[in-house]
């Protein structure tokens, strides 16, 4: 036992360490270096991406064309041919990955993606259609995909409605809508002529090289607008994946956020596809890396757009180029590729999880 003298002042007490307090703390240096990283790697590829190409450029030649500095060949090629194809790859990617993330962690499943739940089928469907029985070009056909999209999700929407939201109805239900938009896709195109269903194909696909002027700014200025929403909505991520109840009880209005969050989702996957096709498994595959890079519990929104992006454009250069194969090859199929192995694992290990 300490006695304190008298006329003595009494020791301050030493503040104990608060364990929550350190773990935030660790979290958040560890999720400023992941991000950090992401960015470096996204401003990497960008510049390969602006020096390969059948006119090879150094690195400090491209960067000097890319600020209008350089050889005016030089300068035109990077700006007006590499720099858009960038740019639509980081767009539609970032894209694709934020509203993954919004679909898994607001349904609370690793395999609700817009591939499998149906929407980007509608997408498909909405453009081919334009394509082959309307006769539509150009910019109407990304609005055909547009309205493609948001008509499928409404649907999925409506038949999943009971008595509020429930997650394994409607990633069911989705499931059901990708196969009829499949089937009504592939009847599309058995019934065209051999050209236009060449043609169309190649849309469904998916690809990022055709994305210009008018088309680059609008997918901009969309996905600007969504992420701003999506900073709003992102808040009650946390306290959903907590449960319905624990959400509540933090005050979160769990009906207005599932719907806010999912009326996000589709319409960033709406808004990525109608310009760019339906990138096959960057939904479901770029959340899973962010989670796991983040690592702590959260739906890692900001991380998983950045490692959408990335993958589009790896994807992208790998395509162009021919790096894997030696041939060239639109970038959904190398999304394609790298994604669907990634998904025939989650399924095994996710049935595992379930039996145990």
Same mark, same amino acid.
């Given at each position: 036992?300490?006695t ?5 002042p009494?020791p301050a007490p ?5 364990p ?10 560890r999720?400023a ?9 996204l401003v ?6 602006l ?15 890319l ?25 539609a990617?970032a894209?694709?990955?934020?509203? +993954?993330a919004?679909?898994?962690s ?10 499998i739940l149906?929407i980007?089928?509608g997408a ?13 070009t ?6 055909a ?11 999925i ?9 429930h ?6 239900v989705?499931v059901g809508?990708?196969?009829?938009c ?15 269903a ?15 002027g ?5 997918l ?5 607008a ?8 992102g808040?009650?991520?946390?306290p959903?994946?907590?449960?319905d109840?624990?959400?509540r ?8 956020a599932?719907?806010?969050?999912l009326l ?10 109608s310009?760019v096709g ?8 770029a ?9 702590d519990g ?5 991380a ?31 999304? +394609? ?11 095994a290990?996710h ?6």
């Amino acid at each position: 036992m300490t006695t304190t003298l008298p006329g003595t002042p009494a020791p301050a007490p030493v503040p104990a360490t608060t364990p929550v307090a350190a773990l935030r703390a660790r979290r958040r240096r560890r999720l400023a270096l992941v991000l950090v990283t992401l960015a470096a790697l996204l401003v990497a590829l960008a510049t390969l991406a602006l020096t390969l190409g059948a006119a090879s450029l150094p690195a400090p030649r491209a960067l000097l064309a890319l600020l209008g500095l350089g050889d005016p060949q030089e300068t035109f090629i990077v700006q007006r041919l590499r720099l858009p194809r960038i740019e639509a790859a980081v767009l539609a990617g970032a894209s694709f990955g934020l509203a +993954g993330a919004l679909f898994q962690s607001t349904l609370r499943n690793p395999l609700a993606s817009p591939d499998i739940l149906g929407i980007a089928s509608g997408a498909s469907l909405g453009a081919v259609w334009a394509l082959l029985v309307a006769g539509l070009t150009g910019f109407a056909v990304s609005g055909a995909a547009f309205l493609g999209a948001l008509a499928v999700a409404f649907c999925i929407w409506f038949f999943a409605w009971r008595q509020g939201l429930h997650s394994i109805r409607f990633v069911l239900v989705g499931v059901g809508f990708a196969y009829l938009c499949s089937s009504l896709l592939a009847w599309l195109l058995a019934n065209a002529e051999v050209r236009e269903a060449q043609s169309a194909l190649l849309w469904t696909v998916g690809s990022v090289a055709d994305v210009r002027g008018t088309q680059l700014g609008t997918l901009a200025a969309g996905f600007v607008a969504l992420a701003a929403v999506a900073t709003v909505v992102g808040r009650w991520q946390g306290p959903l994946a907590l449960g319905d109840d624990h959400a509540r009880g933090l005050g979160v209005p769990v009906d207005l956020a599932r719907v806010g969050s999912l009326l996000l989702a589709v319409g960033l996957v709406a808004l990525a596809t109608s310009f760019v096709g339906p990138l096959a498994f960057v939904a479901l595959v770029a959340p899973a890396i962010a989670r796991r890079l983040v690592d702590d519990g959260g739906p890692a929104l900001t991380a998983s757009a950045l490692t959408g992006a990335a993958l589009v454009l790896a994807a992208d250069v790998a395509g162009q180029h021919g790096l894997f194969f030696g041939v060239s090859a639109p970038t959904g199929i190398v999304t +394609g590729l790298v994604g669907a192995p990634y998904l025939l694992w989650l399924l095994a290990t996710h049935g595992r999880k379930s039996q145990a």
